[in-house]
Antibody, heavy 121, light 110 residues
Framework: EVQLLESGGGLVQPGGSLRLSCAASGFTFSSYAMSWVRQAPGKGLEWVSSISGSGGITYYPDSVKGRFTISRDNSKNTLYLQVNSLRAEDTAVYYC??????????????WGQGTTVTVSS | QSVLTQPPSASGTPGQRVTISCSGS????????VYWYQQLPGTAPKLLIY???QRPSGVPDRFSGSKSGTSASLAISGLRSEDEADYYC???????????FGGGTKLTVL
């Protein structure tokens, strides 16, 4: 069974940093691109970042470019999201998701349960 | 303002057929696959339709997807109370080099 388990969320002050992790199991991790998607309270889904199966290709929307960094360790079957310079508008549930393919150009077919990031003083 | 446009709400009575539309452009729906997700209250999104019209195993055949040009649709037939949820469409956007979502449609079963 394919499983994704996020961790690393929490309460952080504006300007602070966190590293989110996503432990994957049940599939050949290195063969699939991975993504992070977030959902602010009461809002819709917002794509945050994607990375290819090898880790060599990454994509970000302008809203997080330069502040967030996606990475992966294929030897540990783990996806990461380093989030820096956090703002109140970054408060959301962050979901890890497996992409339907090796490159990030497809949609997500499996989602984790999410980890909550709250940015507040 | 979402790149993909969905109606904010839809409704139907048990047994009815409802459709949810998703409008985009040539850089997203017009050139890439569309995915649909169902999000029940308080839970993570779940894949409902992939690659425009494919159903993952375990998804009832009451759910179907279609695409024409730069628009896509999700149809739910034989509506049931447990279908009450938020539904999102998504596609890769070649111009933005990123995944884009619709704003979501809240489905109410009356």
């Amino acid at each position: 069974e394919v499983q994704l388990l996020e961790s690393g969320g929490g309460l952080v002050q504006p300007g602070g940093s966190l590293r989110l992790s996503c432990a994957a199991s049940g599939f050949t991790f290195s063969s699939y691109a991975m993504s992070w998607v977030r959902q602010a309270p009461g809002k819709g889904l917002e794509w945050v970042s994607s990375i290819s199966g090898s880790g060599g290709i990454t994509y970000y929307p302008d809203s997080v470019k330069g502040r967030f960094t996606i990475s992966r360790d294929n030897s540990k079957n783990t996806l990461y999201l380093q989030v820096n310079s956090l703002r109140a508008e970054d408060t959301a549930v962050y979901y890890c998701a497996k992409v339907d393919g090796y490159n990030p150009y497809s949609g997500m077919d499996v989602w984790g349960q999410g980890t909550t990031v709250t940015v507040s003083s | 303002q979402s790149v993909l446009t969905q109606p904010p709400s839809a409704s139907g009575t048990p047994g009815q057929r409802v459709t949810i539309s998703c409008s985009g452009s040539s850089s997203n729906i017009g050139s890439n696959y569309v995915y649909w997700y169902q999000q029940l209250p308080g839970t993570a999104p779940k894949l409902l339709i992939y690659r425009d019209n494919q159903r993952p195993s375990g998804v009832p055949d009451r759910f179907s997807g279609s695409k024409s040009g730069t628009s896509a649709s999700l149809a739910i037939s034989g509506l049931r109370s447990e279908d009450e949820a938020d539904y999102y469409c998504a596609a890769w956007d070649d111009s933005l080099s990123g995944q884009v979502f619709g704003g979501g449609t809240k489905l109410t079963v009356l």
